[in-house]
Nanobody, 124 residues
Framework: QVQLVESGGGLVQVGGSLRLSCEVSGGSFWRYAVGWFRQAPGKEREFVAAVSWSGSSTSYADSVKGRFTISRDDSKHTTYLQMNSLKPEETAVYYC?????????????????WGQGTQVTVSS
């Protein structure tokens, strides 16, 4: 059974940084593309970033390009999301997701496995 566990969320001031982690267990991590999504209260879950199974290809939402960086460490079965210059409107629960596929995916329906989420709150 594949399990994803996010960590690293918390409270940060506007302009601050956080690094989220997503550890994957129970499967062949090197075969998974991994994505990050976020969901604010009353809003739909939206794509943030994704990385291919090799780590050579990444994809970002336009709103986070240049500020967020996704990466993976296969030796640790972990994907990271480095978030810089955070804004209040980015307050949300952040989820990681995985799918056994080569390329990064941008839609929630394209992922098979999900974590429980980690709260990120950006205060102004």
């Amino acid at each position: 059974q594949v399990q994803l566990v996010e960590s690293g969320g918390g409270l940060v001031q506007v302009g601050g940084s956080l690094r989220l982690s997503c550890e994957v267990s129970g499967g062949s991590f090197w075969r998974y593309a991994v994505g990050w999504f976020r969901q604010a209260p009353g809003k739909e879950r939206e794509f943030v970033a994704a990385v291919s199974w090799s780590g050579s290809s990444t994809s970002y939402a336009d709103s986070v390009k240049g500020r967020f960086t996704i990466s993976r460490d296969d030796s640790k079965h972990t994907t990271y999301l480095q978030m810089n210059s955070l804004k209040p409107e980015e307050t949300a629960v952040y989820y990681c997701a995985a799918r056994e596929t080569r390329e990064p995916r941008g839609l929630p329906a394209e992922y098979d496995y999900w974590g429980q989420g980690t709260q990120v709150t950006v205060s102004s």
